[in-house]
């Protein structure tokens, strides 16, 4: 397949290949390659630029000989709009089983629900969980979000600096996460040393299977006491649910409640803290939220249309092509967001951040049957600590000399370290 000169300053190519590199035997040669950079820190305003040549430097389906821990050895990867919505919408070819199965790591044989149910299995799942999420439940929320959001504002707003990041994104979600489903807030810090062990250290082997016994026999014996004692929360709706007539298992309700409890504690905090890095190096685009504060919706799809964190996998179930590409039963597939995000077919401008996009159809919540199912609650999420933060705290900037590399991902930016001025807040 020919290349192009972009090429040599995005991916490390592979000749030949080595009978050691973990890639089937099927795999023309020539489409093995390993982009560069997508998953470095970087300290450009835009981390995810790094995908910029993506589309026309690198071919649409390619396969990746870096393995995912936990997942597979290597994976073929779909960069364009229309091949991921397919691989996101295609139940027939494409399966979620056994994905985000930490627990495997450790032994435990629980299916992580419901992610890893392919249809029609799944919606039965989605039928007793949607009720929980629903917009109609979230709207019931909004003064309990508001209140999460300015208790934290209220212990750093006179100081004229916080770091966003740590004294703002990585808490109010997971407070407000920890009440939904019963949990007490004085675990929050064991929570997410476990959850950061566990999403984080992927060349830590040891690690990740420290944090995910820890969470799971937490998780049991909190499930265990909450049968004797429930409450209003999730985690007795869950333990107390109906699938098709009958009690859920065990392993049904384990499963449910560890997925949830992994899906819960990162993905907003983490678009939260590259939310505020961008509008601290950006000021031009704060100016603009404060002056119309009726474009935070807009604000906050775009930030998720430019802040992709998960590049989520498949397992490939049959045989077929794409774009001319044999791809085999039992291959996994990776569906790039961070590419198809800015796909300019899809999305005019792509590479621009813009409060009057129309259209946008993003893929940083997944797609197709399997799309987050806390889609709603992280919006208003979002939309509520940007306009509270932005109401209370006056301009802000990055503090000088402040380190400002962020990951193009799940990492995202541990620190957002800014200032304001303290005489000028509300």
Known sequence: MQQTEDLTSLVETRGPLPEELPVPAHVPPELVMEPLGWEEANARIDPFSVTEDALSGLPPIFHSPKPVPGYCRSKWVV???????????????????????????????????????????????????????????????????????????????????????????????????????????????????????????????????????????????????TRKNPGDNFTSHIINGQVEGRNLTEDEVMGIVTFLWIGGLDTV????????????????????????????????????????LVNSMRLIKKDHSIRGVEVKAGDYIQCANIVG??????????RHFRLDRASNRHFSFGGGPHVCLGIHLARRELRIALGEFLRRIPPFRMQENAQIRAFPGLIAAPSVPIIWDKALAE
């Open 341 to 350: 995000n800015f796909d300019p077919e899809k999305f005019e401008d792509s």
């Open 79 to 225: 960069t364009h709009h229309d091949d991921i919505r397919r691989v996101y919408e295609d139940a027939q070819l494409y399966s979620t089983k056994d994905l985000g199965a930490f627990n495997a790591l450790v032994g435990e044989t629980f299916p992580m629900i419901p992610m890893a149910i392919d249809p029609p299995e799944h919606s039965k799942y989605r039928r007793l969980l949607n009720p929980l999420l629903s917009p109609v439940a979230i709207n019931k929320l909004d003064d309990s979000i508001r209140a999460t959001v300015n208790g934290l504002i209220d212990g750093f707003v006179d100081k004229g600096e916080c770091d966003a990041a740590y004294d703002f994104g990585r808490l109010y979600p997971v407070q407000v996460f920890l009440r939904l489903m019963g949990f007490p807030l004085a675990k929050l810090e064991d929570f997410l040393s476990w959850e950061y062990a566990i999403l984080h250290s992927f060349d830590d082997l040891e690690k990740v299977q420290w944090g995910i016994r820890n969470a799971i026999d937490w998780l049991r014996s909190f499930i265990s006491e």
């Open 269 to 308: 905090a983490a678009t939260t803290s590259l939310m505020f890095r961008r509008l601290a190096l950006q000021p031009e685009l704060q100016e603009q939220l404060r002056e119309n504060p009726d474009l935070i919706n807009n604000a906050v799809e775009e930030f998720l249309r430019t802040q992709p």
